[in-house]
């Protein structure tokens, strides 16, 4: 890929983490994560917004709820 002249590339680097399972009943799990090097991003240039979406369990619970009262589809 062609970057843009005078435009740098954000770098990148993998964090693995090593959860705890629970004694006798859960073996330890490896986590691996993407995450790119904040400190070389500039706003305005590299990103212009922050956004994240997140959704509470209680709200798709309370969608399917209601696509199954009113049985409706749900795609």
Known sequence: MDYPKGKSVIGCRWL???KEGV???????????????VFTQKEGVSFV???SPLVKHRSIRVLLAMVAHFDMELE
């Open 49 to 51: 917004e922050i956004f």
């Open 23 to 37: 004694e006798g009943v859960q073996s330890a799990r490896f986590k691996a994560r993407l995450v790119a090097r």
């Open 16 to 18: 693995f983490k090593r």
